[in-house]
């Protein structure tokens, strides 16, 4: 009999021991009894929670940029009201830029603009697309070196105060890399930038650097990059080409291995028009 009694003390024993978990919330010193399967219920809507946190967390960065869905200029869900596109150039000296009025935005989102004849220039395309910094290059070839060019973007004002920008990209997180924060990012897509040249040129380069990726957790490590400028202007306005040809994972951060420039005589029908509230 005192066997008999002995065995139920253990048996039930055992069976408490496989109800009780660690991660039950323990209550003035009672710990509550949690069936494992209310304990693999709570941890997959914990994962759930957690995936979804980190997904807003991951778009948090792009809430002030819009995008239209085509590449017809306009936006939905515009609440800017009436605005004006100005284009200003991005010269060499300071004194040198022009900020010209082109367009507009009505209160329905729809904008329209036009490109001036010229602007004004003071730097040749030999000083531009060279290697930065540390990159290794053998050499940067140009074509007719002694031309003129210069970058420009759109600058969207009301009451003479910058609301945003206005560019061209594949998606909001291309225009975002385009800032230092996403400078070597390898998302998927590519983003457009005008550029004017006073006579047909060109230039080639390949720049090979390595640089020190993190995910903006544990992960940190040296990864190399390629950037490949393969330009061709025609005289005119031209739409420079920023794409990514292949990445590479630091963690769950893309970052680009292969990166080309190319020039682009006219907008293809995956481009869309993104702006950049301030």
């Known amino acids: 009999m005192k066997v008999l009694k002995i065995l139920v003390i253990v048996l039930c024993i055992a069976g408490c021991k496989d109800s009780y978990n660690e991660d039950a919330p323990v209550t003035k010193g009672i710990i509550p009894l949690v069936t494992k399967k209310s304990v693999l219920k709570s941890k997959s809507e914990k994962q759930t929670a957690d995936e979804s946190n980190t997904a807003s967390q991951s778009d948090a960065h792009l809430q002030k940029y819009s995008i239209t869905h085509t590449n017809q200029k306009k936006f939905k869900a515009w609440k800017h009201g009436d605005a004006t596109i100005f284009l200003v150039t991005q010269p060499y000296k300071r004194n040198n830029k022009q900020e010209i009025k082109v367009g507009k935005v009505h209160a329905d989102g729809s904008f329209n603009f036009k490109l001036p004849a010229s602007v004004n220039l003071d730097r040749s395309i030999s000083k531009y697309f060279k290697c930065e910094g540390t990159a290794s290059t053998v050499q940067t070839d140009y074509k007719v070196p002694d031309t ?18 206005l560019s061209l990209a594949t998606s909001k997180q291309q225009v975002y890399n385009n800032s230092p924060f996403g400078k070597y990012h390898g998302h998927p897509g590519y983003r457009l930038q005008l550029w004017f040249a006073e006579a047909e040129s060109g230039a080639y380069a390949v720049c090979k650097r390595n640089i020190e990726a993190t995910d903006n957790a544990e992960t940190t490590k040296q990864i190399d990059v390629i950037d490949v400028y393969d330009l061709s202007f025609s005289q005119g306005w031209n739409y420079v080409k920023t794409e990514i040809k292949e990445n590479q994972l630091v963690g769950n951060v893309p970052y680009y291995k292969a990166k080309k420039y190319t020039v682009q005589p006219s907008l293809s029908s995956d481009v869309r028009w993104v702006f950049k509230e301030h």
């Open 148 to 165: 003129g060019l210069i970058s420009a973007f759109f600058s969207i004002r009301k009451n003479e105060n910058e609301i945003g920008l």
